[in-house]
């Protein structure tokens, strides 16, 4: 290692000064010990001829011929530049993300964003008072998207809320506010408090079974129906008791992107409220629609503007633009929120609230969502979310032509594209989704939640990186697929469609009657729905 480090150091000193030998001698040697320490670092052991060529090679050629380690931290290192070749090959892989249908999830920012991230990237947000402005730009979008769900405060009025890494974290959040505020007027009427349920549709998304099972609160879910894939409101104000902490309704289910009636739910629960002397209060999830409903729908009323909403919970990372790890949890008051589960951080002398799940994470989606509040503007979402809604109405009745499929999506609602086959004797939607792999889209096929479970799914998320050429090329493969699977023999054949006619039909916990092969569809109908669930998450 020596001997390499002192012939580079008089190679590159001889370059500069060729005429001042004295000065190269002391210049050389002051080099040398600068690369041998450098070079310890690098190499455990004294550095052999090989790793020398490959620390100035652009093949990691022994690297490269063998495998990386997969449970066990190695021994010695490698070159930087060996590393990353071997993680960069392999991570092409993976999917292209602009082509992952199944995911809400941003995957494209402007550059001048991506920069800014790059800039933040090290800056750990709970460091208030080390990062002053950046808990400042938190706060400036907790306000913005405060008054853009209609909360009432005052024009220089601070709204109540927080960012968190995802609509997960901010439902945990939002689902404990409920509870502990419960159980509190139980206490206080000397009554139990240790059986405490919410009402949901089977529509939603995994992080409320989530909720339901970490903070033990009884999940009371309301059953979609073939052709109604969302909460009944009548059905779902029938289930409240006085232990119900809330009702959530969905504003963009993640099976088909249709919104939940939020207003007829809350005028029946404001009559069961009065009849019964209940306050059972409502959160809105809209992690989906969030960003979607006060641009392209101003006139639905969802939000803060009905009474019995009290939080509303909305994921930057989807269509508020932003890469994934960016959610937000907005109160509609003070009192909403229990101030026993917030904690209070002075800093700069103003008291600075926090309540969140976890301690430590990252700025840059913070300082991402706050970039493209100001950037694009009221005026800038409104555009993309109306051409998010143009090119899913390009891709439905791209697909309406084919005279193959139902479409299970609703024109308004988030921007998403559900439909299933109307024939399925040849072949499935699994089968469908499989073949277009291939041609490099992701798109999912899965079973409606309990009660449709028969029925399939593929669903195609239309983000604001799905382009109009991008929507008919789509619309193509799709085609093609059809057609490729037209010529395939039949998925069942005529041998088994008698075995099926001839099983004996067994009751269900209804009385219907149905197969045993029905029975043993709807068991694996059941696991491909909790994975789905999973994998939305």
Known sequence: ???????????????????????TLFLSLALATTYKIYFTMVFPKPASESDLFNLNSNVPFRYATNSLPRYCMPENSMPKESAYQNIHDELQLDANPKLNLASFVTTS??????KLIMESINKNYVDMDEYPVTTDLHNRCVNMIARLFNAKIGEDESAIGAGTVGSSEAIMLAGLAFKKKWQNKRKAEGKPYDKPNMVTGANVQVCWEKFARYFEVELREVKVREDYYVMDPAKAVEMVDENTICVAAIL???????????????DLLLEKNKQTGWDTPIHVDAASGGFIAPFLYPELEWDFRLP?????????????????????????TKEDLPQDLVFHINYLGADQPTFTLNFSKGSSQIIAQYYQLIRFGREGYKSIMENCRENA???????????????????????????????????????????LRRHGWIVPAYPMPPAAQHINVLRVVVRAEFSRILAERLVFDITNVLQELEILPPKYNAKITNIVKEEKAIDDDNGVKRSALDAHREIIAQESNKRHKILAA
Request: glycine share 8%; charged share 25%; net charge positive.
């Open 109 to 114: 920012m402007e550059e001048e964003c991506n």
């Open 252 to 266: 963009g289910s993640t099976y088909n992107g249709e919104f939940e009636d939020v207003k007829l739910l809350n």
């Open 393 to 435: 109405k390009v891709l439905r009745e791209g697909l309406e032509k084919t005279g193959c499929f139902n479409i299970l999506s609703k024109d308004n609602g988030v921007p998403v594209v559900a439909f299933s086959l109307k024939d399925r004797s040849c072949h499935d939607e699994f089968k469908i989704s499989g073949m």
């Open 308 to 332: 019995l909403v009290k939080s509303i919970n909305v994921s930057g990372h989807k269509y508020g633009l932003v890469y994934a790890g960016i959610g937000w949890v907005i109160w509609r």
């Open 1 to 23: 290692m020596y001997k390499y480090t002192t012939t580079l150091s008089l190679q590159y000193s001889t370059y500069h000064i060729p005429k001042r030998p004295k000065q």
